[in-house]
Structures are given as structure tokens and as C-alpha cells.
């Protein structure tokens, strides 16, 4: 084949993909799923902030997120779970509707119960955290079962630029909107927008794939639990598998440990007023978010998951670093402009190309559970390590804790090299 044969070929396979039936349902998927997840983590700082919370209670609290990273422990419900009621809307977008009703019920509960009942307040976020992993599940599992493996950059990226769309409405819509109303009225807003990607899920196709349900609630245990987890080291091995799984959990840590309550507080201390915040991070940044994340698919496409994962996992890593030209810039909102613009182009980068190497290690006939497992990984060290980092900032500035994010990346780099000869991506093998 002539490399002007292989050009257009390249091509072609880059456009079908985005052309795919499925890609642009997965735009309002993705919209759905990104819509809970600032407002109990990054968005909620703000508000907790403007209530009087310290901040190492806020990155506490902001940290319900942590329910995305053990998703992996009620996903086997999920894969083998029929919802009577919704049955006929199929295995996954039955379950798509609900995890969707919840969110909307609990952000409107969040609304009407306020931080100055914390206690409840904290279970509420707690509620919509978990309906908005299991939501995450369901989306995840859609995906991949809706479209081939070489098609799934494309999705990941019109998915990709829902999610972001979100992002832009949680984060800088809903910042604009509290210097004008109380943030009771800004959650009830986002309440609401949920109504959009639930009219796109009654419309929706369900994916084509034969589901055989267990007889016996032994098989059901045995099947949903125990068996996706044996297949996947059935197919790479012991060792290997144990690798794969450790180099999940490590090679989005720098990326995962900017997520929850610290970002808020950090761009506040740095002189930078709500409004500014919302235009140049949570709208020019979601932009440029959504450039990395096509431009990741496109890397996918055209150069392979691997390539393009191992200098993403770089990138993301290294534009942590940006952040330290933002200490003491006292409102400089140029030098914001361009700290949002490298960080948010490698982390959409990152994002595409992490979801399409999760991908093509799951097996179709577990997706919902393989696949819970891997995004629960990804997330549970940067997790973490949000979850104490107004404890790390108060002792050690936030300076030190740019750099620890940095560097915690350089295992997950080692381990890519040790993998690379010793794992070919499949995906969607086995298929029942």
C-alpha cells in the first residue's frame, strides 16, 4: 500500500468513526454523566467556602467523589440486574434512566436542605455521588457495547465533549450565577438540565448484545462477581494482570489529585474573583479540554492506544507544573489564561486516550463490571490524595503539593515500558 493509499485510508477510518450512529448519542450521555460530578466536588467547594468551612473540612466533603472510585462493588448489579419497572427500555438505558432520576432529586434536595444542616447536607451529596458513579457505570457499559473497538475513540470523544459541556454548565454557569442568587437556586438549575439527556435516553437505541441471566442466585453470584474478575486473568495472566490493574490505578494520579476541593480555594487565595474563574477555567479551560479530548481520538485513530496513552500520561503530568506560575500572581488573569490552556489541553488528551486503553482490556461479556473496575482504579490514588490535600497544602503550601502531584506519575511511566511487550489490547473479546 502506497503512503498516499495509507493517507486516505487513515482518513477515512478517522471520519467513520465520528460518524458512527452512535457517536453523537453519546454527546448527551456524556453531558449526563459530567453533570453531578463538580457539583460535589469542585463547584461545592465554593459554596462550602462561602459558608465558613475550613478547608481541610472542604476537600473532606468534596471529596464524595470517592464513590466513582469503588463503583467496581455494586457494578455486577448493574450488568445482571433487570429493572422491572423500566424493562422495556433495556438492560442499560433502564438503568441509565434511574441513576439520571436520581441525580436530578438529589441536587434538588441539595437545594433545599443548604450546608447550614451539614450533616444531612453531606448524605445528600453522598446520594448524588453514588447515583452519579452509577450512572458512570451504565454510560461506560452503553459505550462500549454499542460500537466496535476502533470506533470507540471517536465515542470517547463526542462523549468527551458532553461531559465537558457539562463541566462548563456546573462550573462556570454555575459560578456566574451565584454572584447574582443564592446557590440554593443555582443547584435547582442544574437539577434541571438533567431533563435533556433523559428525553435523549427514552429515544435511544439499546445496544445489541445477548445477555444470559443466571438461574439461580449462586450462578448470579458467581457469574456477576466472580467470573469477570476470573476472565480478566484468564486472558493476561497472573502477573500480568496484577500489572495492568497496578499501572490503571497509577497513570492518572496527577490528573485524579487536582479533581476535588482544592482548586477552588487555591485560584480564591490567589486573588482571582468567581467571575474571572468561570470565564477563563471554566469556560476558555473546558474548550481547549474539548480540543485535547478530539485531538486524543484522533491520536488513537490514527497512531494506536498505546503511542498515544504513554504521551498523554507525560503531558498530564508535567502540566501540573503550570500551576506553580499561578502562586502569588495576584489576579493576573493572563497568566491564568495560559496555565488553564496547557493543563486542560493535555488533560483532554489524556482523558480520550485513557478511556480507549480501559476499553480494549474489557471483555463485552462483563462490560459493566470489568469496565467499573478500571475506572474505579484510575481514580481511587488521585482520590485520595485530594481527599487530604488541604492537610498537605496547610502544612507544605501548595507549591510542594504541585510538585507531589508531578512526580507520583513516574511508577505508572516504569510500568508502561514493562507492559508494552507483554500486552496486546483486544478489547471486546469473548462476547456473549
Known sequence: MSAKEGGKKSGSSIRDAFLHPS?????????????????????????????????????MIASAGLAYSFKFL??????????PILGRLGQRRSWLLL??????????????VTPSQLGLFVGLTLMVAFAGATLDIAVDAYRIEIAPVEA?????ATYSLGYRIALIVTG????????????????????????????VNLMARE??????????????????????FADFFRRFGGRVGLMILLFILLFKVSDQALVGGIMGPFYLDQGFTKTEIAAVSKVYGIWIGIAGAFLGGVAVARW??????????????????????????????????????????????????????????????????????????ITLPGKVL?????RIVEAVGYGTYFWITALAIVPAVALYFWLHPRVRLEGNADAA
Open 23 to 59: 457517536a453523537w448519542t453519546m454527546f448527551f450521555f456524556g453531558f449526563a454523566s459530567g453533570l453531578p460530578f463538580l457539583l460535589v466536588a469542585g463547584t461545592l467547594a465554593y459554596w462550602l467556602k462561602e459558608n465558613g468551612i475550613t478547608l481541610k473540612d472542604i476537600t
Open 74 to 83: 455494586w457494578a455486577p448489579f448493574i450488568d445482571r440486574l433487570r429493572l
Open 99 to 112: 441513576a439520571q432520576v436520581l441525580v436530578m432529586i438529589g441536587l434538588g434536595a441539595m437545594a433545599s
Open 152 to 156: 470507540q475513540g471517536a465515542l470517547v
Open 172 to 199: 462556570a454557569l454555575a459560578l456566574v450565577l451565584a454572584d447574582y442568587t443564592v446557590w440554593s437556586n443555582v443547584y435547582r438549575v442544574m437539577a434541571l438540565c438533567m431533563l435533556i439527556p433523559i428525553v
Open 207 to 228: 445496544p445489541e448484545v445477548l445477555r444470559v441471566h443466571s438461574q439461580s442466585w449462586i450462578e448470579g453470584l458467581r457469574d456477576g462477581v466472580v467470573e469477570p
Open 304 to 377: 494506536g492506544v498505546e503511542r498515544a496513552l504513554l504521551a498523554s500520561i507525560v503531558l498530564g503530568a508535567a502540566s501540573n507544573l503550570l500551576y506553580l506560575a499561578l502562586i502569588g500572581a495576584n489576579g493576573d488573569v493572563r497568566m491564568l489564561t495560559l496555565v488553564i490552556s496547557g493543563e486542560n489541553l493535555a488533560q483532554g488528551l489524556l482523558g480520550t486516550t485513557a478511556v480507549a486503553y480501559l476499553s480494549g482490556l474489557v471483555n463485552q461479556r462483563y462490560t459493566a463490571t470489568q469496565y467499573a473496575l478500571f475506572s474505579s482504579l
Open 386 to 390: 485530594g481527599f487530604y490535600s488541604g
